[in-house]
């Protein structure tokens, strides 16, 4: 997939596929949480086929050090995020003594949000250092093709691309399988039986967002819900008036916002209150951030709000009961002052601690060989409980989630068991709903 900036906008074309990072959203309030066994993957536990080279292959590896490459899309800003959350993880680690006594160093790489570019910097990465880490980039399917002639070559990184999520040297700390939890789905239904049947939301015009509508669409059917209103939008749309008087014409009852990233649900929240519009509001992983209640015109615009996530209240408010959230916040504040956090440091921070780990149980000496046997061995990750539980390994998520509502403009949970519960304060009930078939 190629994705170009249209109208000069490339921040619109990168936070229109942001969703596709956040999407996970599961319900449970007493049972264990389990992981789909949807998807690619090498399966709870298994190795992949891990080329035999790989055991000796050290590259980027001293008798002090371990380097990196991060590899995002810096250019204007994009996806600094990523970077900065990496470079957090790793000052931190490297606080602790490193891990097995060497350090992490963090080669940071701008593919300048070119194809082109994403493979250079990839290639050369697998030429200088000893693993991918914590990068994000919307052109890392040319990326890709490096990684997949050199399979011995670990990423340890979010993508939203399905080729290189489905490569067994690609691991995450918070898969992308597609599909949806029931879970929040089976909660809206309970508390609003009588607004199901008249559900309305706006997609992105992407090929990412496409899918993850399909996925999320699919599992809303089979739990009973009517979506009555989902069109599409372009990328640099930022007038959503339109849609809100034809959903209000439509007579759409509760209005999904989980599949928008910030600077769009922003607009449309205030635009649902220009025209007195008042459904009842679902926001997703994506449009929490630090500025979507000022940015949607104040407490006054969005409190009452819900929200559903597979992440902690990593912002803040979650950090007297998640210690990690501010270790977190500390860090990234500590590599970059006045950075604002948002969900691609929050993967960049997780990716460098999934990295970390496995590297911890590579040994002495680690080899990339050795780096991919362990990650392919770690069947449990949540980071310190600061994301719900996911299988890194075999590639899936849990069926934990945590709801929250926005109260006097600051977002609280809601209804979610203690942190200090068997599941860590998360809802961990009903399954994941995969994707229809031949998404």
Not at 176 to 201: C, H, M, R, S
Not at 231 to 257: C, E, N, R, Y
Not at 331 to 357: H, I, K, M, R
Request: glycine fraction near 10%.
């Amino acid at each position: 997939m190629r994705i170009t900036a249209r109208g000069g906008r490339p921040a619109a074309v990168v936070l229109a596929v942001v969703l596709a990072m956040g999407m996970a959203a599961c319900t449970s309030t007493t049972s264990k949480a389990s992981t789909t066994t949807t998807g690619g993957g090498s399966g709870s536990g298994g190795s992949p086929s891990i080329p035999s080279s790989a055991f000796s292959d050290h590259t980027g590896v001293t008798s002090g050090s371990v380097t990196v490459a991060n590899v995002s899309t810096l250019s204007a800003g994009l996806f600094k995020g990523a970077a900065v959350g990496t470079e957090a993880y790793a000052a931190y680690v490297n606080s602790t003594g490193g891990v097995n006594g060497r350090r992490i160093v963090v080669n940071g790489l701008d593919d300048n949000f070119t194809g082109a570019g994403n493979l250079q910097t990839t290639t050369s990465a697998v030429t200088d250092d000893f693993a991918l880490v914590g990068g994000f980039s919307l052109e890392d399917n040319f990326g890709e093709k490096a990684l997949a002639a050199n399979p011995g070559m670990p990423k340890v990184a979010e993508s939203i691309d399905h080729a290189t999520n489905n490569l067994p040297n690609v691991y995450a700390p918070i898969p992308q399988p597609g599909g949806w939890e029931e879970g929040p789905l089976q909660y809206f239904k309970k508390k609003f039986p009588n607004d199901i049947t008249a559900v309305g939301t706006i997609v992105g015009d992407l090929p990412t967002t496409q899918t993850a509508w399909a996925g999320e669409k699919h599992a809303l059917e089979q739990v009973g819900y009517k979506v009555i209103y989902s069109p599409t939008f372009d990328v640099t749309q930022t007038d959503f008036t339109a849609d809100v008087v034809a959903m209000k014409s439509a007579g759409v009852k509760m209005l999904l916002v989980d599949q928008l990233a910030a600077n769009y649900a922003s607009s449309l929240l205030k635009d649902l209150v220009q025209q007195n519009f008042h459904p009842v509001v679902v926001l997703g992983a994506a449009a929490y951030t630090t500025t979507l209640v000022a940015n949607s015109g104040g407490p006054s615009a969005v409190d009452g709000y819900f929200l559903d996530q597979n992440q902690s209240l990593y912002l803040g408010q979650d950090a007297p009961a998640i210690p990690a959230v501010s270790t977190f916040n500390h860090w990234v504040q500590t590599v970059s002052p006045g950075f604002t956090p948002d969900l691609f440091t929050f993967y960049g921070w997780l990716s460098g601690e999934l990295f970390a780990q496995a590297l911890k149980s590579a040994g002495s000496n680690p080899s990339r060989g050795s780096l991919l046997q362990a990650l392919s061995k770690i069947t449990t990750f949540d980071g310190n409980h600061i994301a719900a539980p996911t299988n890194p390994a075999a590639k899936t998520l849990s069926n934990c989630y945590l709801l929250g509502r926005i109260v006097n403009g600051n977002y609280q949970r809601l209804d979610d068991p203690p942190v200090q519960s068997p599941t860590n304060g998360y809802r961990c009930d009903y399954q994941y709903i995969a994707p229809p078939p031949g998404e």
